[in-house]
Every structure is written in C-alpha cells, then in structure tokens.
C-alpha cells in the first residue's frame, strides 16, 4: 500500500501532506488525511467524497466519509486498489479545480425539558452551570457533521463548547429512545433508533434521523451542519404528530445564510 510523503504538525496530531493507503477488508480501501480530528482535513475528505461520487470509479459501490479518512468499498471481481490509489491521487490533487458546493444546515428542534432530558441536571453540576445556561450553550453555535457511525443515522458532530463538555456514563443504559441528544466528553450527538448507549442525555428532537422507508433513508449526512433549535413540551409534540402524519418540513438553508 501507499504511504503519505510527509505531514504536517499541528497541537494534537499529524495532518499528512500525502494521504496514506490502507486496506479495509477485502473490499475496502482505507484513504487516511491524518491522525487528528481537525475541521479542516474533515472538509478536505468532504471534497473528495463529492468529487468521487461525482465521477464514481468503475468497481466502487459506496464512499463512507469518516473524522480524518475515507472508506471506499469496491467490487473485488471488477477492481482493485492497485487501479483505485492512482485515482484517488488524482482526485485528491484535482481539488483546486473542483469547488465544494456550501453545504447544507439543518434546523433541528430539541425539546430540554426535564421529562426528556434526564442528564441535563447532572451535565449542569459538572460544569457549574444552571440547566438553562446549558441550554443556551448547546444551542448556540453550527455543528458540522464529521460522520455518522454506531447506528444508521447517528451524527458525530464538532464544535461542543468546551462549557458543557461532560464524561459519558459510567454504566451505559440499556435502552435509550430515539431522537434524543447526548453530550459524551467533547462530542454532541443525536440517537436516531432506539439503542443501548452511555451519553449524557439533556434534551430530545421529535424528528426521525433514520427511516428505512424514506430516501434517503437518513435525514442528515456526513458534510452538513446542525443547528439545535429549542422547543417547548407543547412544541414538542405537535412537531412529534406533524412527523407522523408526513406534514413536518424540515427547515434547510445554505450555511452562508446561517452563519
């Protein structure tokens, strides 16, 4: 495999001046930017995600973005890594040529209240704050979406303050419903199914993140931005019967008009 020429230093990691290739599998080809999570190698690995499915090498099924790398998956019987690598060379050098397109946020309303926010309190003690200051802090910023892992649909989001930044728990619980909002240490993220997990978990949206009979089938992807919009019981489910009911708009705008 084909390792990066060099790299880059910065305060946490490497970012590499060449990306590293790694064999995934037996269908997967692993393309590395780094060994640190940082905002801009995430934008890079978007940029090349776009180009690629774009203009989809011949073989390859899917492209999964992640942190700091990209997964291509690929059909061993029509192509190879030997043929994938000088492609993605390519790609990854061509960038200059081919602008990013601003990418998405979505507005997501979250309800805080106590009933559907069982951490909140405890996040509130750990960082000596009031919940309403946790609140006002969670809402606050744009969350890239870096990439969505664990279960179909779940965001790993950057940008958490550093505020509310909260140890996950101790003991995972066993069930914890879908759509609710979880801090773990300096992550946000969003439960889209009824799982397992250990989050702190300080509020809950009424929106489905995965539905198997949609297209897509996940209502945000890797590349967009979240907003966290606060909402009232009472807005709560109202939004909740909307969505059941196939009459809920999901607000989208470009992030330029966000920010």
């Not at 940029?47 to 790398?69: C, F, Q």
Request: glycine share 8%; charged share 20%.
């Amino acid at each position: 495999m084909t390792q990066g020429k060099g790299n880059a230093q910065n305060a946490a990691g490497k970012i590499y001046i060449d990306p590293v290739f790694l064999p995934a599998g037996d269908r997967g080809l692993l393309m590395e930017f780094a060994d640190v999570i940082d905002p801009d190698v995430n934008t890079r690995i978007r940029a090349v995600a776009h180009a690629l499915a774009a203009n989809m090498p011949k073989g390859v099924e899917e492209i999964l973005p992640t942190y700091r790398s990209l997964i291509l998956v690929y059909d061993p019987m029509v192509t190879d890594p030997d043929h994938l690598i000088p492609v993605l060379k390519t790609v990854n050098t061509d960038l200059d040529n081919a602008p990013l397109p601003e990418p998405d946020v979505v507005e997501l309303p979250v309800c805080y209240h106590e009933s559907l926010a069982p951490d909140l309190a405890h996040v509130a003690e750990v960082n000596g704050l009031h919940p309403d200051e946790v609140i006002a802090i969670h809402t606050a910023p744009l969350y890239p979406i870096y990439m969505i892992g664990f279960t179909p649909g779940f965001p790993y989001l950057g940008g958490l303050s550093q505020k509310i930044h909260t140890p996950r728990l101790s003991t995972p619980r066993t069930h914890v419903p879908a759509g609710s909002v979880g801090i773990a240490n300096n992550q946000t993220g969003i439960y889209p199914i009824d799982s397992p997990g250990g989050w702190q978990l300080i509020g809950r949206t009424p929106l489905r993140l995965y539905n198997p009979e949609a297209t897509p089938v996940t209502l945000i992807q890797a590349g967009v931005w979240i907003r966290f919009s606060p909402v009232s019981s009472e807005e709560y489910a109202r939004i909740e019967k909307e969505v059941s009911q196939g009459s809920y708009v999901v607000e989208r705008r470009e992030k330029e008009e966000s920010s």
